[in-house]
């Protein structure tokens, strides 16, 4: 779990540092704002999903002989 948060935050950071040129228009951080949300929203998701999925798989293994 550590280990998917720290990809996120390093995307984020990725996304933030992104050049001028790539952002259009006049407000500029619209466009980084809404794509942090939206990784935020996966990474959220997806450790929903892992936490979900590996309590169950040990419990599936612990009942195993």
């Known amino acids: 779990m550590k280990h998917l948060l720290q990809r996120c935050r390093r995307l984020i950071a990725r996304l933030i540092a992104l050049p001028d040129r790539a952002r259009l228009g006049e407000d500029r951080g619209a466009n980084v704002v809404e794509t942090i949300i939206i990784v935020a929203g996966f990474a959220i998701l997806a450790a ?3 936490a979900a999925v590996s ?8 009942k195993m002989p």
């Open 55 to 62: 309590g169950k798989v040990h419990t599936w293994i612990a």
């Open 48 to 50: 929903g999903i892992y």
